[in-house]
């Protein structure tokens, strides 16, 4: 397995690939990588010849506040993972060789980056947009592959592919969970113990409303209620948001008629978790 820190060390990289015919899988990721992030992997390497995994803290997609400095960073355990999964080659670049030092271009969408995430971090979907297209454009994948739990990074990424007609299909991979039923997530790092344990009730909440859902209840204030509910009852617990979408324009939409997001943001002390479910 290949370790790049350049663009042009990729390009050149894929490039040798493409003139041999082979496909190219891309896993765009921020490192620290989980079960979650093998599941990607495995899924790329399976449909594809060769596969390309990024590790890459995208400062421009945090807010003022939010945890660039702490986020967790292990390279090289990330790169056991990587090689055990079969990726062929990683791309860790430095800040500096992703963005230039006048750097002023960037990727933005509307609509579908208004609701959810999008509230309480506006400057969030234009960080996420810009470097994904920038990976996009250095590793010219065929497909490239986002996990569910953020749902609507998915939804956003698919919406600028066929809105800026780039030739890639963006395949979507079901949540991993712990055992216990936590949402998989880098963040969960920063929980204490009695933080992790007050952590459950995402994953709570999410499955009494599936299961409201999927037994036939229509009414999607009832079902949000009945999870706000669960996550109040957590004194640790506090609610960015409990929202219910349509799954396409990621607008607010309370019958449960189509294809439906049911997305949660929730504080842990000061671990912000998210979770979801989709009803299709």
């Known amino acids: 397995m290949q370790i790049e820190k350049t663009v042009s060390g990729v390009r050149s990289q894929v490039k040798k690939w ?36 990024s590790i890459f803290v995208n400062p421009i997609q945090f807010g003022p506040t939010e945890d660039l400095a702490t986020y967790p960073r292990d ?8 090689k055990r999964a079969g990726a062929a080659l990683v791309f860790a670049p430095e800040v500096s060789e992703m963005y230039a ?17 999008g509230k309480s971090r506006p400057t969030h979907f ?9 990976l996009f454009h250095i590793a010219s994948p065929d497909r490239a592959y986002f996990g ?5 990074q998915l939804a956003v990424i698919r919406r600028m592919v066929r809105d800026l007609n780039i ?31 007050a952590a459950l009730v995402l994953s709570k909440a999410i499955f009494t409303g599936k299961a409201m ?16 509910n669960i996550i109040e009852a957590e004194p640790l617990a506090r609610i960015d948001y409990v929202e219910m979408v349509h799954w396409d324009t990621i607008q607010p939409h309370h019958r449960i008629d189509g294809p439906i997001l049911t997305a949660i943001a929730v504080y842990i002390g000061n671990t912000r978790l998210i979770d979801n479910f989709l009803y299709e």
């Open 18 to 53: 493409k003139k041999e015919g082979l496909s190219v899988g891309l896993v765009p990721t921020m490192g620290y990588l989980h079960e979650g992030h093998q599941s990607l992997i495995d899924r790329a390497v399976e449909e594809n010849d060769r596969v390309v995994v």
């Open 75 to 82: 390279l090289e355990a990330d790169c056991i993972l990587c």
């Open 101 to 117: 030092e006048d750097f002023s271009t960037f990727v933005d969408t509307s609509q579908v980056t208004e609701e959810l995430c």
């Open 126 to 134: 234009r960080g996420v947009c810009t470097v994904v297209s920038k």
């Open 148 to 152: 569910q739990k953020d749902a609507q």
């Open 167 to 197: 030739d890639i299909e963006i395949v979507g991979c079901p949540i991993i969970r712990e055992a216990d039923g936590l949402a998989k997530s880098s963040r969960n790092t920063y929980l204490s113990p009695e933080e992790r344990k």
């Open 213 to 228: 859902v999927e037994t036939g209840e229509k009414d999607g204030e009832k079902v949000l209620g009945a999870m706000r």
